[in-house]
């Protein structure tokens, strides 16, 4: 158990819908980072958000959006939904060397 | 650009062996750090050990060390007495982005491992 907790485990949705990924960090981590990992890949880096504020961004569109609250949890929004979006969806929290991941949620866009 | 690669797609050890998992990365910033995660199939990212650029001694965790080599850029993984329980999906991954102040880290292709009984 590293304390770091995802919501919801599992989500299915339409295309063109939106969708909102929720994140709890590991008590004392002040760094959020999302990721997305494709079927057999390794993950890909969305964002990072550091005291409320994004710090870091991959290769992704601005239809990828986040926000991190003052108790460090946090929130990934997807907006206009595309099947490729199917994926799991990691975030990891995060205070200088160590980065723990929660469980993912599963995301199938349909 | 930064890179991580991690050339082993697949790689077999006999149970009790060690076994060392390669990876090199590439990047322009002087302080980053390197991590090693272990994904069996159930799909969770378990945490395994973590090096520092500026850490001069390599990082051991209970039966995982990282053989750092920053000259060659290589940070691999060796795994003492593997376990049948070690059998899963070996990342490689790279956080840098202190000298621009935008983060990002990156992970490798992975290396899946299984352990033979």
């Known amino acids: 158990e590293t304390g770091v907790t995802q919501s919801p485990t599992h989500l299915i949705k339409t295309r063109g819908q939106q969708v909102t990924l929720r994140c709890s960090s590991q008590?004392?981590?002040?760094?959020v980072s999302w990721y997305q990992q494709a079927l057999g890949q390794g993950p890909q880096f969305i964002f990072q958000?550091?005291?409320?504020?994004?710090?870091g961004r991959g290769n992704f569109p601005p239809r990828f959006s986040g926000l991190q609250f003052p108790n460090y949890s946090s929130e990934l929004n997807v907006n206009a939904l595309e099947l490729d979006d199917s994926a799991l969806y990691l975030c990891?929290?995060?205070?200088?060397?160590?980065?723990?991941f929660g469980p993912g949620t599963r995301l199938t866009v349909l | 650009a930064q890179k991580i690669t991690q050339t082993q797609p697949g790689m077999f050890v006999q149970e009790k062996e060690a076994v060392t998992l390669d990876c090199t990365y590439d990047?322009?910033?002087?302080?980053?750090?390197l991590f090693w995660y272990k994904q069996p199939s159930s799909g969770e990212m378990i945490f395994l050990i973590y090096?520092?650029?500026?850490?001069?001694q390599n990082a051991t965790e209970g039966r995982y060390s990282l053989n750092f080599q920053k000259a060659r850029k290589s940070a691999n993984l060796v795994i003492s007495a593997s376990q049948l329980g070690d059998s899963a999906m070996y990342f490689c991954?790279?956080?840098?982005?202190?000298?621009?102040?935008?983060?990002?880290?990156?992970f490798g292709a992975g290396t899946r491992l299984f352990v033979k009984a």
């Open positions: 990891a929290s995060s205070r200088g060397g160590e980065q723990f």
């Open positions: 990047t322009s910033d002087q302080s980053y750090g």
């Open positions: 958000y550091y005291r409320e504020e994004e710090n």
């Open positions: 008590s004392g981590h002040n760094t």
């Open positions: 991954a790279m956080r840098e982005g202190e000298r621009t102040g935008g983060f990002k880290t990156i």
């Open positions: 090096q520092g650029s500026y850490d001069e």
